[in-house]
């Protein structure tokens, strides 16, 4: 009897955290702006399939962490963790899926979300805060396209050559980065690369092959994709 009184206290007990945990993310929901999403869309290059999402959160004291599918209609095409920091515009990026079929379209939907507010003790101004720890400097960048960047003209290959600096006073396990390649207003490739540790002061360069027949006009964008909010990312000073 007692074993069974004690399996169920503390079965309540775990429940009644669960659900306190439940309230609490939704007291601090109610207190935030939601994420605006923009519309999702898919690439497809060699009988594979890229999706590309985006998300802008517009306050100034929240991260939110979440699960985000890719679905086209009912179906989810690929999921996957994600975070967004605040006031932070970013792209969320699915690669080289293999699907059956072309999708109809395809959204990006967010599930499991969990608010955090920023703690104003630790991070008293957020702003400087993730400033001076994403302070990296993109130079040298070149786009080759099929025609000249020395891999094959017949099979379109692509190639973004660049080097990154960091130039923040912190060395990092790893910077992960998103690199969005548009021609005009449109994106026509992405692509992930991490670089792997980065020591403050460090130039690093960087090639990548994009299967993608990419034009003259090609633009790239890099960007950081690193949680700020882990205490994990920083490499220890010897």
Known sequence: KYYLKDRLDSKQALNSLVQNQLDGNVRLRSSASQLSEHQA???SSNGKYDFIGKLTNPNNNFSVAFT?????????LA???GFILPEEVKYFLSLGN??????????????????????????????????SRLNFSVADET??????SGISEKVGL????????????????ELPLNIIITEGSS?????????????????RSVKLVFP????????????????????DIYMKIE
């Not at 786009?143 to 000249?148: E, F």
């Not at 690369?193 to 460090?202: K, L």
């Open 187 to 203: 994106i026509v490739a992405a692509n992930k690369y991490t670089i792997p540790q980065f020591r403050t002061g460090q130039k």
């Open 79 to 81: 999921c996957a963790q």
């Open 212 to 231: 993608e027949r990419l034009s003259g006009s090609a633009r790239a964008t890099i960007i950081p994709d690193i949680n700020l909010n882990r205490d």
């Open 143 to 148: 786009i080759k396209t099929a025609d000249n």
């Open 98 to 131: 293999s699907l059956k079929q072309s999708p109809n379209s395809i959204r990006m939907e967010l599930r499991d979300i969990m608010w955090s507010r920023i703690d104003l003790h630790r991070y008293p101004d957020w702003k400087n805060f993730a400033a």
């Open 41 to 43: 869309q898919y690439i």
């Open 68 to 76: 985000y599918c890719f679905v086209d209609g009912q179906t989810d």
């Open 158 to 173: 692509s190639v973004l050559e660049f080097t990154i600096t960091n130039n923040t006073a912190y060395s990092y396990w």
